[in-house]
């Protein structure tokens, strides 16, 4: 009898965490993936098109990627490695800012290490910086505009939570990806 007595002990203790990991899954909700950074870019852009008034000129500089595509023949075309993603032009004044993907702030301030992509592209920020051209490193669609009004730059009357915004740059994104 001690032998079934421990057999039904161990199988109910392996049916009590079958039960539980179950529990927890279940009460687990999938996040869904954060976006990537192209992703993010293609929704700045957007959003860029229907909030900023004509008075603000903002673009993204595309340089290619850092470890390849044509790097050679951008330089020599007088592209600058490390150059900021983003240039806001109003009033006579630049502004510059780096997307970077989401989580990226906290892991350098975490860990201080640097890419040398990353520490061209430091170079660079602090070089206009020198010629009085605020630079900023954001992470999202959200950290973007709250750095444009962080400067003062106007934007048409779209608020930063607006939904239905939120929707059309979704929906818009979504159908250049084809998956709309």
């Not at 993204?60 to 790097?71: D, E, F």
Request: hydrophobic share 40%; proline share 5%; with cysteine.
């Amino acid at each position: 009898m001690i032998g079934i007595t421990s057999v039904e002990r161990e199988l109910e203790a392996a049916e009590a965490r079958l039960a539980a990991s179950a529990r927890r899954k279940a009460a687990r909700k999938r996040k869904p993936p954060a976006p990537t950074e192209t992703q993010e870019h293609r929704a700045i852009a957007e959003w860029c098109k229907w909030a900023l008034p004509p008075e603000v000129f903002a673009f993204h500089v595309p340089m290619g990627s850092a470890s390849g595509g044509n790097r050679l023949s951008d330089a020599a075309k007088g592209a600058v490695p490390g150059m900021v993603d983003w240039l806001i032009l109003y009033r006579g004044r630049a502004y510059g800012i780096e997307l970077k993907e989401r989580g990226w702030l906290a892991r350098k301030a975490k860990v201080f290490r640097f890419s040398d992509h990353e520490r061209r592209q430091d170079e660079v920020q602090s070089r206009l910086r020198y010629v009085e051209v605020p630079v900023a490193i954001v992470e999202t669609l959200e950290l973007f505009q709250a750095q444009l009004d962080y400067w003062g730059i106007p934007v048409r009357s779209v608020k930063l939570g607006d939904e239905a915004l939120a929707r059309a740059v979704a929906r818009t994104v979504a159908e250049r990806e084809g998956r709309g």
